[in-house]
């Protein structure tokens, strides 16, 4: 089994920072790209920023130049550190890894999700 759990989340005001975690457990052999995708209410759940397990970050348009992705393979655990944030970026935040377990299959698995809630 693998389980993603994620901590970071919270209330904040219009131009400030908040950092996720997410930490992943299990019997884990190697896990390829990690990254963060959030749900909006009434939106489909959208790609914030992946990294690669070398470090190559992709970032949506909306949070270049104001989010962060960043990863420790040692702790397998991924970060997002938002700065700047935005009444827009209030959405529920999920994490996702691509794991490769030994003697299964490649797979996605994600975390529980993280409120987010940016106020004006």
């Known amino acids: 089994q693998v389980q993603l759990v994620e901590s970071g989340g919270g209330l904040v005001q219009a131009g400030g920072s908040l950092r996720l975690s997410c930490a992943a457990s299990g019997t884990i052999f190697v896990i390829n790209d990690m990254g963060w995708y959030r749900q909006a209410p009434g939106k489909q759940r959208e790609s914030v920023a992946t990294i690669t397990k070398t470090g190559r970050a992709n970032y949506a348009d909306s949070v270049k130049e104001r989010f962060t992705i960043s990863r420790d393979n040692a702790k397998k655990t991924v970060y997002l550190q938002m700065n700047s944030l935005k009444p827009e970026d209030t959405a529920v935040y999920y994490c996702?890894?691509?794991?490769?377990?030994?003697?299964?299959?490649?797979?996605?698995?994600w975390g529980q999700g993280t409120q987010v809630t940016v106020s004006s």
């Open positions: 996702n890894a691509d794991v490769q377990r030994i003697g299964y299959s490649r797979r996605a698995y």
